[in-house]
């Protein structure tokens, strides 16, 4: 059975908190770098949700799960640009797979997924960021996305000390 992957509703994504928060934990626990450092708590991971779902709910942005026999095995979101001269953008962010689905293709559906929801809410330019040279850079590059510059030092790994080089990548879907 394969994944489906479908936006969900703000009062969804509250009833699935949990499991959209173990996404976080998992990911962070591995090491990825999504604006947590260690120790990852369930504490930290559902203040972060706390904090967004109630955008969700005003239609500020777009969150979308790849889910299979009722698990949530990925998600992405497409967060709308609020600048009223920036109606057309969108930035791509907390792509996430979870460790035990990773390498058979999720991501990289999950993307295009978003491209695809962006598109149809009227966003045709997307931007996102991600830490040079890991498996999310990977998975842009391949998706056909362009980068267009590198900040050294742009933020920290998950051990809190070392500063990483962030990759930043556009996608026009006009
Ligand atoms: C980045 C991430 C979302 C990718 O998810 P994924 O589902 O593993 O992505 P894909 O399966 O599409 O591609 C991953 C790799 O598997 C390979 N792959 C895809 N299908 C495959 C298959 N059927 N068999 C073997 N390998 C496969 C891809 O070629 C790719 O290889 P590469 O990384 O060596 O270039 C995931 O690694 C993740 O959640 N990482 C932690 C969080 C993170 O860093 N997110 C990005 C923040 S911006």
Same mark, same amino acid.
Request: hydrophobic share 45%.
């Given at each position: 059975?394969?994944?489906?992957?479908?936006?969900i509703?703000p009062?969804?994504?509250?009833?699935?908190?949990?499991?959209?928060?173990e996404?976080?934990?998992d990911?962070?626990?591995g090491?990825?770098?999504?604006?947590?450092i260690?120790?990852?708590t %369930?504490?930290?991971?559902?203040?972060?949700?706390?904090?967004?779902?109630p /955008? +969700?709910?005003?239609? $500020? =942005?777009?969150?979308?799960?790849a889910?299979q026999?009722?698990?949530?095995d990925g998600?992405?979101?497409?967060?709308?640009?609020?600048?009223?001269?920036?109606?057309?953008?969108a930035?791509?962010?907390?792509?996430?797979?979870h460790?035990?689905?990773?390498?058979?293709g999720?991501?990289?559906?999950?993307?295009?997924a978003a491209?695809?929801?962006a598109?149809?809410?009227g %966003?045709?330019?997307?931007?996102?960021?991600?830490?040079e040279?890991?498996e /999310? +850079?990977r998975?842009? $590059? =391949?998706?056909?996305?362009?980068m267009?510059?590198?900040?050294?030092?742009?933020?920290?790994e998950?051990?809190g000390?070392?500063r990483?080089?962030?990759?930043f990548?556009?996608k026009?879907l006009?």
């Open positions: 059975m394969t994944h489906q992957i479908r936006l509703s009062d969804e994504a509250r009833v699935r908190r949990e499991a959209l928060a996404l976080f934990i990911a962070v626990e090491g990825a770098q999504i604006n947590f260690h120790p990852m %369930r504490e930290k991971a559902d203040r972060w949700w706390d904090k967004v779902l /955008g +969700h709910a005003a239609g $500020e =942005r777009l969150i979308l799960v889910e026999e009722g698990r949530i998600t992405v979101q497409v967060v709308f640009a609020g600048p009223e001269n920036q109606p057309h953008r930035d791509v962010a907390k792509m996430l797979v460790s035990r689905a990773r390498r058979k999720l991501g990289a559906r999950l993307l295009k491209e695809e929801a598109r149809a809410a %966003r045709t330019l997307l931007i996102l960021d991600t830490v040279g890991r /999310g +850079h998975l842009y $590059e =391949r998706g056909g996305w362009t267009f510059g590198i900040v050294p030092g742009y933020s920290l998950v051990d000390v070392t990483t080089p962030v990759s990548f556009y026009s006009s």
